[in-house]
DNA sequence: TACACCTCTGAATCTTCCA
DNA sequence: CTGGAAGATTCAGAGGTGT
């Protein structure tokens, strides 16, 4: 399936106003940052209500370049669509004020803080580590998904998943059996997300290499969009910079909508999501870090495992300490988005100029043949199957099987 | 040596305004929040009712409310002080324009995020978990102690341990001795500290709870004073409350004057401060980390599988998030120098209060029984190997058998 | 529509029990 | 008796329900 990705050159007010209204599902605003002092003061007597118009601002021009554009995109969200508006903390007041003024204090949801270490500075003060994103929505009925996190460590999550009630003097006690044993209150998922996030900034050396200063981590902004909106829905991103928003959101399969004043921001977005070893280049960006990550992935499978590990070999992950009947043995984790025959072709790839070796593949997902299948005798790579794919097939709750499967450690030639 | 402690029951209006000027060296202001909403409480032994209501008719009569009261504090405060202003997410912006009106956009220091943990609820959207506290200096030269955090796990002590000086570039290297080894630059104090606090909330079951709505935890206190005060000065808490800014101002050696309008407040603030209270807990003195006692090698284990850790019961690892047979499913890693049957009784003994529920052990050593076994039917605990040790049944070079073994899964009644 | 009351929740303590 | 492990308890939001 296919999802567009719209990017236009321009001041996002002209081309808000041309656009349909109620078209966008989210609205990620993350506009340049005022970066002088903004002085305001208030009316000295009280005796009229706040609203952004009774702030003078130095510099009356930011308050007023917000509010016409945050007018415009209201204007553009659909019914149950939300605008999450990232701000620095020179401007954040003024910012919330003219959200009020148009969506309304009723449809303010939540004061997001995201949460970063950094660089220490010499400043005399506290050390600025946070950074505020408004989130409103148009009406109540706004879409929403809940994600869920870990319990505090303190949590006595065996224990409050038993079943409460009320006793006679109305004081909460735990719900009993005729017999004396506890009930359980059925599983859990996790204690809802709460409104700070703690996500990593960049670190200064990816920054430099983007060129951007303001760059977003696409970790914050794909909890954004899956928080927010569904497959198929419209993200609008007005000042989308390098187009952080739009790469996530084209990862996330939503359609996406990018206007930058600049045009180099809008070729290099372009670029960026249209040349597929550009887009692939985006993993660039998330860092080496972000690769060494998913190579550490790999590996935590191999816990418990005597093996070395490869990394200059992207079909092998590692060499077993112990020789398999008197050869070498290679080792590959499945990877989360790749089939088993994939798996197994890209160790049998990087293993055919390495002479006679025994190949071993570690399968992770629910694709793992029959036990069933005569391959066994036939096979030269030894599939066996990770802790969590066992238990799953016990379980019997995936999806891609009538019966339960049994995987069990199997001999397959593809 | 003593420290006074004043108290005085009146609205902190009228009370500002006979005060000295320049004579406080730190203000903290919690003022009852702007929120539509009667707060009312008693305390353990029922012998006292407290409640407010924080009800404005508009946002303007609460600007107004706040404006009048801030000005006065500005008086107060001397040349060195500062002030910290509590709020809720609800009227933070409003005070913001306040207080950048009285002290000027200039003075403005940080923005405090007080970070918690707190029970959850239904809320569509995200769970609120933080406050903000405004800081604002009277001048310039304004008091403030540095406080240093520790430095994160991910960052290189030994690096920054190193000194630097200027090359004949004027670019920063690390020094060197002639023979090339680094230098270390003394010892490092830690990250300064920032502006995010991570605090845990005053728990229900806190001992230090005295009854009163919105009362804070000490330790938010203790950081303010600290913060901006020496030993000796001033401190002015002008909606004292129950007297938490007081017995901490006492604790550290702080003079300090308490302002309510209620005079069951101020009773209760007396008698505070003659047995102060504060919660000794674990999560306080030795942070979240405490909690974290499982031993890590078994969450190694549980990679790839859906669980939530279980951190408050020896016997069990997790808790899986899917239910098994409309069962919860809790589970339990075999320890390094743990027998099966050990494993399954240790798991067995912590779920036997728990009711109804399924039993998951990931085996890891080669003790797996014979899949020849009729154990199978008559059993209550699934038995999964981890994936180290399906693969080490596979090459057979286990010392413990003759012939490899071949595990799986397997029901197991010990 | 307004409001009183009930239900559900989980963080972190207090309390008990057992080895 | 003592210390630690695990069960019991509290209470503030938010939604739901009934009058």
Redesign the pocket.
Do not use: A, F, L
């Given at each position: 399936m296919g999802v567009n990705a719209k990017t236009y050159t321009g001041d996002c007010l002209n081309l808000l106003m041309d656009m349909p209204p109620e078209s966008v599902d989210l609205i990620y605003v993350d506009p340049p940052f005022f970066t002088q002092k903004v002085h305001s003061s208030v009316t000295r007597d009280g005796s009229q209500a706040f609203s952004f118009r009774d702030i003078w601002i130095n510099d009356n021009s930011y308050a007023d370049f917000v509010y016409q554009r945050i007018a415009r995109m209201h204007d553009v969200l659909s019914g149950t669509g939300s605008i999450f508006f990232h701000c620095d903390k020179s401007a954040s007041h003024i910012v919330r004020l003219i959200l009020d003024s148009v969506f309304s204090t009723e449809n303010f949801r939540s004061e997001i803080v995201w949460h970063f270490k950094r660089w220490s500075n010499s400043k005399k003060g506290l050390l600025s580590a946070h950074q505020t994103i408004f989130f409103y929505s148009k009406t109540d009925d706004f879409k929403f998904n809940t994600f869920y996190q870990e319990?505090?460590?303190?949590?006595?999550?065996?224990?409050?998943?038993?079943k409460?009630?009320?006793d006679d003097r109305?004081?909460?006690?735990?719900a009993r059996t005729d017999d004396g044993a506890?009930i359980s209150?059925g599983s859990?998922?996790?204690?809802?997300l709460s409104d700070v996030w703690e996500i990593p900034f960049l670190n200064p050396k990816a920054k430099e290499r983007v060129g951007y200063p303001t760059q977003k981590p696409v970790r914050l902004l794909n909890q954004i969009i899956k928080l927010a909106t569904d497959e198929g829905d419209v993200v609008l991103d007005p000042f989308c910079g390098s187009g952080t928003t739009l790469v996530a959101a084209q990862l996330l399969k939503r359609h996406s909508i990018g206007i930058d004043i600049s045009s180099e921001a809008i070729k290099l977005t372009k670029d960026r999501l249209q040349d597929p070893i550009v887009t692939s280049s985006v993993l660039l960006e998330k860092g080496a870090k972000a690769y060494r990550q998913y190579a550490k992935d790999a590996s935590k499978h191999l816990v418990g495992i005597d093996y070395l590990p490869v990394h200059r070999n992207k079909g092998i992950d590692g060499l077993l300490k112990q020789e398999v009947n008197n050869l070498p043995a290679f080792v590959r984790v499945q990877r989360d988005c790749e089939a088993l025959h994939e798996t197994i072709a890209a160790i049998k790839k990087s293993t055919k100029d390495k002479g006679a070796c025994c190949l071993v593949v570690i399968a992770t997902l629910n694709d793992f043949p029959d036990q069933g299948s005569d391959r066994h005798s036939s096979s030269d790579v030894l599939v066996i199957p990770s802790t969590a794919l066992s238990l799953s097939a016990h379980l019997g709750g995936d999806p891609n099987g009538g019966r339960p499967q049994r995987p069990e450690a199997a001999y397959l030639d593809i």
């Open positions: 319990y505090s460590p303190s949590t006595n999550i065996d224990q409050i998943m038993q409460r009630v009320r109305n004081k909460s006690v735990y506890v209150n859990k998922k996790g204690v809802p």
